[in-house]
């Protein structure tokens, strides 16, 4: 029988295996045995508290979401123009998030979102949220055509540094893909409107 008390630090200790495990995988095609048992618990209790693995995948992605909305919140938290921005990308690229075994499951589930449902709409949900912040943020700033495309240039650097650093190609350390960004946004920034 389960100790009271004991199920949120099982249900975070399976989601932080399965987030190892990914990591070393490199693909989603790990099982739940094998998460179970970075974990330290059994199958039948994984199973208990997620019922299935792609449940437990589907809560892990959740959870980093959770991790990285909560972070964003706090960092712009009484910022506006340059200050947020430069928060929201700082914190994309926080020590929490450009680890390499969030990276590598970020780039897991990126993959996965093209055949799961519940995956696709959880990145949806992350790539809205960035995008409206870093309106909220470019609007003051430019036009609201010029703050949408430097939003979208944004959330595509990001996610591409990210991919990049999954496949050892790219910037290996934050401040390497925060210059990168900042360098795109203060071009943008110093473009005459309607230049194309």
Do not use: C
Request: charged residues 25%.
């Amino acid at each position: 029988m389960p100790k009271i008390g004991m199920e949120p630090l099982r249900r975070e200790a399976l989601i932080n295996a399965a987030i190892s495990a990914i990591a070393e995988k490199g693909t989603l095609a790990v099982t739940m045995a094998d998460i179970a048992k970075r974990a330290d618990v059994s199958s039948a209790l994984a199973h208990h508290y997620f019922g299935s693995k792609e449940d437990l995948l589907a809560a892990t992605m959740r959870h980093i979401l959770s991790e990285l909305g909560a972070d964003a919140r706090m960092a712009v938290s009484g910022k506006s123009g340059m200050a947020r921005l430069s928060a929201l990308i700082h914190v994309n690229f926080s020590p929490k998030q450009f680890q390499p075994e969030t990276v590598a499951a970020w780039l897991a589930f990126y993959v996965e979102a093209q055949r799961a449902p519940a995956l696709r709409r959880l990145l949806r949900v992350y790539t809205r949220r960035l995008h409206t912040n870093l309106l909220v943020a470019l609007e003051p700033l430019m036009s609201r055509l010029q703050a949408e495309r430097t939003a979208r240039g944004i959330g595509a650097l990001i996610d591409g540094l990210y991919i990049r650093h999954a496949l050892a190609e790219g910037p290996s350390d934050a401040d390497t893909a925060i210059a990168l960004v900042e360098d795109y946004l203060s071009l943008q920034l110093s473009r005459k409107e309607g230049a194309r």
